[in-house]
């Protein structure tokens, strides 16, 4: 049926000839209305795939970024769209993008729920444990040629594909500048989500992947450096030599401290007027011109042709951001930590920084304890064994309902031992006895 709203059929329309003699009623073609549809992936292509690794080769087989690489299969392989779909096709994958509709269960597989166990593992001081699980996510120590570096220390596939760093201050500036329509949409829509849920860390992180990826660091040097002061502080040669072992794998990681770089120039102080004339961007932010304190001369001094782009960006180095953008005082922290570390072991210092002499062997055991622990009915081998062992899985309250519990026997045990001692049965006193023992 014909309508307005209808742009796929005919419609008849009055028109007004040239004459105003002659009118009438004729049928015109309206155009159709170009409609495009876009095709995605509302389902989980790869379930019974995952299932079958786990279940074959195990966890680390599921988690292996190639393996996920592998599972892939496009569009066009069983059905071929007409030129009314849009492209790119989407493709059958482990979906990890932004706004996928599985997306996030992939995240929260590969992503969020390794990263939960080995950060777990690391305050119940199982160090070694937790950087198995981290190297599922971020292994510093991978040796792979054929990745290039540093996408081949990314064992998630996100993180693995991104080949371009966006550092906060570049985006600021661009969206200072508003060039880039692409990159200014992109930044004002994760301002919004901020300014929306401001105390939720994930929506922010979420728009900007470079926020994970230094999360992720930031624990896998958490879990080195408590490793390496639980090592120290036993105040051994051997727990010396490996506690530097781990300190100096969190230096690499680190690599040279940041240089504070003097500021380039001096802003001129400003009024809001002023600000808001020369535009405040989505983030209360403008770019402004600075007073060098070095005049930078960008003619040529010789008959050299000078490359074109060197003096244009001589002439930008007279535009900055208004506000500055304060630094990550936790992550430099992580330098100042190892290096103190490091200079402590290489100075004959324990973790305190009190210089002392260790003898090169530990102090031999008193014969005359063993004996006296033997005697006691414990066991060597197992208090050695547990000497610096890590925190026990059992929590408090457990161990407390479980000593009520013997507390309880005992009391029980008391009273039917003190009940066969009055009524002096002697067949009494002897099975509360084998309890006992």
């Not at 906060?168 to 849920?197: C, F, H, P, Y």
């Not at 070095?294 to 050299?304: A, E, H, K, V, Y």
């Not at 490091?342 to 003898?359: D, S, T």
């Not at 457990?398 to 009055?422: D, M, R, V």
Request: proline letters at 6%; charged letters at 25%.
């Amino acid at each position: 049926m014909a309508s307005k709203t209808n742009f796929h059929t005919t419609s008849i329309v009055q028109l007004a000839t040239v004459s105003e003699k002659y009118k009438g009623w004729v049928l015109q073609r309206k155009p159709r209305r170009n409609i495009k549809y876009k095709f995605s992936t509302h389902y989980h292509p790869f379930t019974d795939e995952l299932i079958e690794t786990l279940n074959r080769d195990g966890l680390p087989a599921l988690l292996d970024a190639k393996y996920h690489e592998s599972l892939t299969q496009e569009l066009t392989h069983w059905y071929i769209p007409g030129s009314f779909a849009l492209t790119p096709f989407p493709k059958e994958d482990i979906d990890e993008t932004d706004d996928g509709p599985y997306a996030i269960y992939n995240w929260e597989l590969f992503f969020h729920a390794p990263l939960t166990v080995a950060v777990h593992l690391s305050k119940n001081q199982r160090f070694d444990q937790a950087q198995k699980w981290f190297h599922f996510i971020f292994d510093p120590t991978c040796n792979e040629k054929t990745i290039p570096s540093p996408q081949r220390f990314w064992r998630f596939l996100r993180f693995r594909n991104e080949t371009k760093t966006e550092f906060i201050q570049e985006l600021l500036t661009e969206l200072a500048k508003g060039d880039d329509n692409v990159l200014k949409a992109r930044m004002e829509k994760s301002i919004q989500a901020w300014r929306d849920k401001p105390f939720q860390p994930h929506v922010i992180a979420r728009t900007r992947y470079l926020a994970y990826q230094l999360n992720v660091v930031m624990k896998y040097l958490d879990n080195l450096i408590a490793w390496g002061d639980n090592l120290f502080r036993q105040d051994t040669i051997e727990t010396l030599n490996e506690a530097t072992q781990v300190y100096v794998l969190a230096a690499n990681i680190l690599g040279p401290k940041p240089q504070k770089i003097p500021p380039r120039g001096k802003r001129s102080t400003k009024t809001y007027k002023q600000l808001k004339d020369i535009g405040i961007d989505a983030f209360g932010n403008a770019l402004v011109d600075i007073e060098n304190d070095f005049p930078f001369n960008t003619s040529p001094t010789s008959g050299i042709n000078v490359d074109g782009g060197a003096t244009a960006a001589a002439f930008g180095i007279g535009r900055s951001l208004y506000f500055c953008i304060p630094q990550n005082d936790k992550l430099l922290s992580y330098w100042d930590t190892v290096a103190d570390r490091l200079f402590k072991i290489r100075h004959c210092m324990n973790i305190e920084g009190i210089v002392r002499q260790l003898p090169l062997f530990d102090p031999p055991i008193d014969p005359g304890m063993l004996v006296k622990a033997v005697a006691a009915g414990l066991d060597i081998g197992s208090i050695i064994n547990n000497i610096n062992q890590p925190l026990s899985t059992v929590r408090g309250p457990l161990l407390l309902q479980k000593a009520l519990e013997i507390c309880s026997e005992l009391k029980s045990l008391g009273a039917s031992l003190l009940t066969a001692l009055e009524k002096k049965d002697a067949k009494a006193s002897r099975f509360c006895a084998s309890i006992m023992n």
